[in-house]
């Protein structure tokens, strides 16, 4: 569904990205892992077509979609939610979700039912008619997720959404993201909560300082040398290694 | 065609006047380069300056330029006042606020001159107005010659006020980072009224300069402001180096337009200069930001 | 847009066309009319200034565009004023769509923005000053001719019936923007540019969108000014002062609303001739309570006169339940 090729993206000297490619499955879910700076906002702004890669393309569904603007994209059916969140913060939280659904549907009233029933599901049904700015931080996570959700789209870039969240409310939120799946919305996310990648990735990739250094199902990744030294510093594999034998 | 002698005159004019903008333009992009606003209220501010001196003139007989001494002081302290009891407050900290805001301070201040003075035209009537300086081939005017020098020598004392003082780096802290800076407990609103004070004591000094051979109404504000817009965006927004620049380059623009194309048609390569520099390069052409 | 959106516009609208059988005198109608084609261009700025959160300071760019160009083309080329009327206000929108796509495109927003479309208003308003075409710094007169083919009326109350009815028309197109798709994209690009474009929103084609709308009914307001007054020149149909009146109007009706440029502009001209009646004729003393009302509604108002009659109905309302 989502093919990145050897993207690599420069800011003057610092290169974000570099040379990373990764695949998405139509119907799968994909996570995109990595220590703090590594770059994964910024491969989600190269898919999402907020940045244009340095180098390499974005292919969606077969066709390049490298110098489409990113309202193209969401078009298309690429949809993508903030990191650092991004509400309407003067319109209501209703007003804020019908905006997104307004991509398929032209007409008003057609807008705001969908909005609602999207609202309801994320559930922010109590909140619908709140202003957006009053919204706590989970609220406001998803908001973000409800906005994208209304667009339609096929295949959903979520970057961080679990961030910030307590344990009880990550637990509220991750049979929504499963029930995304079953409805056939292919979905690659960004997360740092591991517990959540492992329960609800199929296949995950690992970025550090801006390359794919790893690739594979969540387990196996999760024991990968390579990825366990670029989270916790070189010989940390080793350590651990020898913890273990001692233990 | 015109003798080189004519182009040459122009061109110095224009310079000299230039030095003047130059100073206008520097009390902008000075608040521009710290609060990161556009004061809309800078064009009245100066026509204020130039009433003061008029009155200050007309009432005690103080020349325009001994002038200096008692405005600057009084300017600062009024535009510090406007920042730190009107600007601030009433602006919540919002960007669009503080433009509304700062046009309707244009609005007042205009308007209570119209309303205290009057639309007539006033000038000085000093004894040096008209004189003229030898200079090779070029007849200079004495009181413009005055501007140029001055207009210079304050550009220099801002540059050094601003990268050898404390005010000067407490100024800079805010500029780059105002979080940061309130952290290390500098009083960030004070700040910014010291800057907003500076850039109205420019104001004053400019208006002192230009007095003995302009004149003043309670519009006049409005074509001065436009041409300082468009040489702060020019030098780059918060530049000093770049104003000064800014400053000359307008003002020899302006007057070869004005040799050219005629005294009504003479502004538009400014504005077409402004557009096209905000359309290609908003950051400025000679690139630093401050 | 549902009957409840359109009753209460073509209500008031009703309403307010009455005033000419109860007033007659010609100083109050001419305020009036004047007050209209102030509400007029203020409507224009408001759908993009309120709606889009882009801020011009240069609507005058298009109230002179629609006003020489009602004036000129029936003055140099004969054309029926009608015609030229309704001519200006496409010229108005080409203007907008003009200057849009130049300063969109090259992402120009906030105090640029506003710089922006300044300089555009002044390069226009020096060429029309010094073109011969325009009439140069002399202006242009409209020869007296009245006859109502000729958009020229006996009465004034006819004027005041016309301005209305250009209001009334630009209530309902902003109502419908309201309640539309484009406006809803509108006003998500004004809170979060990045957000909207994530969601699919076109913003460049969408704020183009506005500013062409905002030059015609802008335009419009000029052309029914030099129709109304039979003079144009220079500083009146490209001066500052109507950018600032459309501007003003807005902010301190209610920005961004429906009948906030109308209420705006009735209340600061309103307040304005009772300002002069009581401080007798110092020039400028309207226009400095214009000023401080706009600083004052920034400061303590931010929803307008609309904003503070909301608040007050509601806290009415919680005194009652209580
Ligand atoms: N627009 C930009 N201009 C310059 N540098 C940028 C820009 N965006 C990101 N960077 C830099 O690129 C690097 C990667 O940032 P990015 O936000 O993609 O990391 P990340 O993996 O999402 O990190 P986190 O887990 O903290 O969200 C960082 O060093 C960041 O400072
Ligand atoms: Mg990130």
Redesign the pocket.
Known sequence: MLEVQNATKR??G?V??NQASLKVEAGSITGLI??????????F?LISGF?KPSEGGVLFEGEDISSDEPHVRARRGIARTF?IVQPFAGLSVLENIAVGAHLRHAKRSDALARAERVGQRVGLGPELDKSASSLTVAGRKRLELARALATEPKLLLL??VLAGLNPSEIRDIIPVILAIREEGVTILM?E?VMQAVMNLCEQVYV?AQ?RIIAEGPPADVCDDPKVIEAYLGAGAAERLKREKVHA | MYSPAIIAEAVVNGLMTGAVYALIALGLTLVYGVLHIINFAHGALLTAAMFAVWLVYEALGLDPYLAILPLTPLFFGLGYAVQRFVIGPASHGNDSNILLVTLGLSIVIENALLAGFRSDTRTLNTDYGFQVVEFGPLLLSKPRLIGFGAAILVTVLLWLLLSRTDTGKAIRAVAKEKFGASLVGIDVAHVYAVTFGLGCACLAVAACLLMPTFYVNPRIGQAFVLVAFTIVVLGGMGSIPGALLGGLFIGFVESLCGLFLGDSLGQIGIFLIFILVLLVRPTGMFGAKA | MTFRDIAPIVVLIALLALVPAFISANTVLNFLVFTLIIALAAQGWNILGGFGGQFSFGHAAFFGTGAYAAALLQVRLGINPWIAFAIGTVAGAAVGWVIGYLSFRSGLRGSYFALVTLAFAEVLRILANAATFTGGAAGVLIKLDVRPGNFQFESRGAFFWIALALVGAVLLLTGWIERSRFGAQLVAVRENEAAAKALGVDTLRVKLGAITISGAVTAAAGGLYAQYFLYVDANIAYGTWISVEAILAPIVGGLGTVFGPLVGAVALHGLGEITKLAAGSVPGIDLMVFGGLLIAAVAFAPAGILGLLRRSARSRGAARNA
């Open positions: 800011f003057g610092l974000a990205v990595g220590p703090n700076g590594a770059g994964k906002t910024t491969l702004t940045e990191q970057d961080e960004i740092h970025l801006g």
